[in-house]
């Protein structure tokens, strides 16, 4: 076969074939790399578009729940507190001269019980609507949650918010201040906590709001495991909120002290 | 210093391969698909010291007469890089041109046959085997281009530079794209052109140090075990 070729240039046809094979390996490798890379940006594409249905799933969840609240809310106030008041109009018009001591007393009860169904129908109903939020802020809401709900001498509250913070985004503040109330509520029902340390600071672009406390704490391996199982619909709640603010919430448990910190970035309301 | 140079180009086949045996003995936990490769490395790291040691003592250390020569070796080199690397391809476990993958070992093997029994004698002293040099490239250029195009076809989003399959089938594919003609028109050259088969000798000594690279860099490349 090689002799047959001995008079035409050898060299040449030496070269020549390298640069072709050379030619066609490159061209291959090329082919390959651009086909790869475009099928690495159709995964992102199809990612970045799954992402943003879910968040706008979240988003969607998190509005009607807010709704719901609203409405609730509003009925409690309007509604049942509205008839309460006015049952106790009726109640106050009730002469209790007329009244022997054993009735007398059953009244005095009755009233008192009023009062107090009164003030909790109100109570939940503020808590419901966050009308102190979009009033008075952020921080004086968290103030007035962390005082109405650890109501006991047991318990002591300390809180230290960061006063340069103004309102920014009001969804935002919605957001985090929902995410405090069930963290809050989270801490008394199962830490068996006696100390609460309540913190907010903003660094740069951030919002970081650290609850410390003794007592059962959670670690965040535990948090994970926790908010994929059927009843931690509160910790469910607590990170579709998170995932919506692109924030992020790290639990640290220890034998002293356990820390809750929620990482927010500060978005301005456009 | 040309000397010097084309010392270290002659002798680039035994110490290129030291590289990839380095990186292999860094990285002892080698995936079962690169088994083929570590034994190649091995295998030919000895052929080739063989083969030099023979090509620069030979006179001065009067070997005796049967042994003056290195063109076997190069055929053995020839054949077990060829058996091996089909090993490590099957081993790769590609769903594609399966057929063409049963047969070709089996031709390889009556075409080694026919050729030493009736073409060319193994042991020939006088010149290399360019016939089978060059069937033993195209037969690798074959399978590190269906390589290829599997990967093309392939729906799975691979991230290359992370898959050691990748390092030594790309490294392989340098070493015969460049080859193929070199091996080719070798004998031809030697007869016609012997300076330029000398010039093109080094071509394929450095396109050998490049393969190495590759294998070692495969060798140390073990964050992702996929193909």
């Known amino acids: ?270 | 210093m040309n000397i010097v140079l084309s010392k270290i180009l002659d002798w680039s086949e035994v110490w290129a391969l030291l590289i990839p045996l380095i990186s292999l003995l860094k990285h002892k936990n080698q995936p079962e698909y690169l088994k083929p490769v570590k034994i190649y490395v091995f295998g030919s790291f000895f052929i080739f010291l063989f083969a030099d040691i023979i090509m620069e003592f030979k006179k001065l250390w009067h070997f005796p007469y049967w042994l003056r020569t290195n063109n076997y070796l190069y055929n053995t080199h020839a054949i077990v890089q060829l058996f091996l690397f089909i090993w490590f391809f099957n081993l790769l476990n590609q769903p594609f041109l399966k057929k063409a993958k049963r047969i070709i070992p089996i031709l390889a093997c009556v075409f080694i046959g026919v050729n030493f029994i009736f073409f060319e004698n193994f042991f020939e002293r006088m010149r290399l085997s360019s016939l089978m040099l060059a069937v033993a490239a195209g037969i690798l250029l074959f399978y590190c281009l269906q390589y290829y195009l599997y990967l093309l076809m392939d729906e799975q989003i691979r991230v290359m530079r992370k898959e050691a399959g990748f390092w030594v089938v790309t490294g392989l594919s340098i070493y015969v794209v460049i080859n193929f003609f070199i091996f080719l028109f070798y004998e031809a050259l030697i007869i016609n052109n012997w300076n330029f088969a000398v010039d093109v000798w080094n071509v394929h000594n450095l396109t050998f140090i490049i393969y190495c690279i590759f294998l070692a860099i495969a060798f140390y490349d073990r964050r992702d075990n996929r193909h």
Request: glycine share 6%; hydrophobic share 40%; with cysteine.
């Open chain 1, 1 to 270: 076969m090689i002799g047959g070729i001995i008079g035409t240039d050898i060299k040449f046809l030496v070269i020549v074939g390298i640069l072709v094979m050379l030619l066609l390996m490159v061209s291959f490798l090329v082919i390959l790399v651009v086909h790869q890379r475009k099928k690495l940006r159709f995964q992102t594409d199809m990612q970045d578009l799954r992402e943003q249905q879910k968040n706008q799933l979240i988003e969607a969840a998190v509005k009607s729940e807010e709704g719901e609240r609203h409405r609730i809310a509003e009925q409690l106030h309007d509604e049942v507190g509205a008839i309460l008041s006015s049952t106790r109009l009726h109640f106050s018009n009730i002469k209790d001269d007329s009244l022997d001591s054993g009735d007398k007393q059953l009244y005095e009860k009755s009233k008192l019980l009023l009062n107090d169904a009164i003030q909790q129908v109100r109570s939940i109903s503020h808590n419901l609507h966050s009308t102190l939020l979009k009033e008075f802020g952020l921080n004086e809401a968290i103030r007035n949650f962390a005082d109405k709900t650890v109501k006991s001498d047991l318990v002591t509250v300390e809180v230290n918010l960061d006063e340069t913070y103004l309102i920014q985004n009001q969804q935002m503040d919605i957001g985090i201040y929902r995410i405090f109330q069930e963290l809050l509520n989270n801490i008394l029902k199962h830490a068996k906590a006696n100390y609460i340390r309540i913190t907010s600071e903003c660094i740069e672009d951030l919002y970081y709001l650290r609850i410390i406390y003794n007592g059962i704490g959670l670690s965040q391996e535990q948090f994970e495991e926790l908010r994929y199982k059927r009843e931690g619909l509160g910790l469910k709640n607590i990170m579709n909120r998170i995932i919506l603010l692109k924030g992020s919430i790290l639990y640290e448990r220890s034998d002293m002290n356990n820390s809750i910190l929620l990482k927010i970035p500060l978005v301005k309301e456009s």
